[in-house]
């Protein structure tokens, strides 16, 4: 049937009315396909899938704040979820396929993906089930008043697991430590010659947790009676160490380090004043929440 030339004037404005302006001229031509032309990006494919820095979630095209990682929350449904949005961000719009609810930058109309409710998976009882290639992530700028702690526990990937189970953790990194080559590999610290531990590098609000509870929790998280490794990994990459970064964090290293002496513990933890820390590969950075496993080798035993 041939459509009228009023009708096909009607539909050719609704097109373009739905058409999104290009406004990043450095999108891929996935990221247009996605942004631009509402297509949907492979299930587990998108880079934050399984992803819990902190920091605002922004549009890929025109850089409007989305969302807060706050609100991120992990569906298991292979895509980014958020439960809300950030004030005025996100516009809701019919989906073409009459059924669903589709999600857009309200400033420039970009595809993000769409919008759930009524799977009762978080209070807000919401899911913004959106599209990895239609977001940047800007990380959330440290506070003034955080303080930094360094420790090294074995395998960082672990140890990174457990106390990004915190709170009052700010910010928390895969990296090396200690070492005489600027800007070592993994590669090369695994060899094991080039001085380097593997270790954490911890900002923290002192308002919410303590150095010393760190602390604490740094020596029941691993086995500080073990030189040169930690249960299966063994090398000097993996020895147990603190790095302070006060006088007061030294003193409360060692009063601890008494504390499981005086238990009968022979503590092969080593102390050193902190030193150029180099930040681990990106593969490295919260491991287990990308690889959706557990640490096999770090569990929590309290000792004190």
């Given at each position: 049937m041939l459509m009228s030339h009023t009708a096909c004037q009607s539909h050719n404005s609704k097109q373009e009315n739905n058409m999104v302006e290009k406004i990043n001229p450095n999108l891929t031509p996935d990221e247009e396909r996605i942004i631009l032309h509402?297509?949907?990006?492979?299930?587990?494919?998108?880079?934050?899938?399984?992803?819990?820095?902190?920091?605002?979630?922004?549009c890929k095209n025109c850089r409007a704040e989305l969302y807060s990682s706050d609100d991120k929350f992990n569906s298991h449904c292979g895509w980014p979820s958020f439960d809300d949005e950030l004030p005025d961000a996100v516009k809701r719009v019919p989906d073409a396929d009459g059924r669903r609810t589709e999600i857009v930058c309200k400033k420039c109309g970009g595809h993000l993906g769409h919008v759930f409710e009524g799977e009762r998976l978080t209070k807000k009882n919401v899911r913004h089930c959106v599209n990895s290639l239609s977001i940047d992530f800007v990380p959330r700028e440290i506070p003034a008043t955080s303080h930094k702690a360094v420790f090294a526990a074995g395998c960082f990937w672990g140890v990174e697991a457990l106390f990004r189970k915190l709170d009052g953790i700010e910010s928390i990194k895969c990296g090396y430590i200690g070492g005489s080559v600027e800007d070592p590999t993994y590669e090369q610290v695994c060899k094991g010659n080039t001085g380097h531990l593997e270790a954490v590098e911890i900002f923290f609000n002192p308002e919410v947790v303590s150095y010393e509870e760190l602390a604490r929790y740094f020596f029941e998280i691993h086995d500080p009676t073990q030189a040169n490794g930690q249960g299966p990994d063994i090398g000097e990459q993996y020895h147990s160490a603190i790095f302070y970064n006060t006088v007061e964090q030294k003193e409360i290293a060692l009063k601890l380090i008494k504390i499981l002496e005086d238990k009968g513990l022979k503590i092969a933890t080593k102390l050193f004043k902190d030193t150029k820390f180099y930040e681990a590969e990106d593969y490295h950075q919260d491991y287990y929440t990308k690889k959706g496993t557990k640490p096999y080798c770090h569990f929590r035993r309290k000792i004190f």
């Open positions: 509402k297509a949907t990006e492979a299930p587990y494919s998108g880079k934050y899938n399984n992803f819990s820095e902190k920091g605002t979630f922004v």
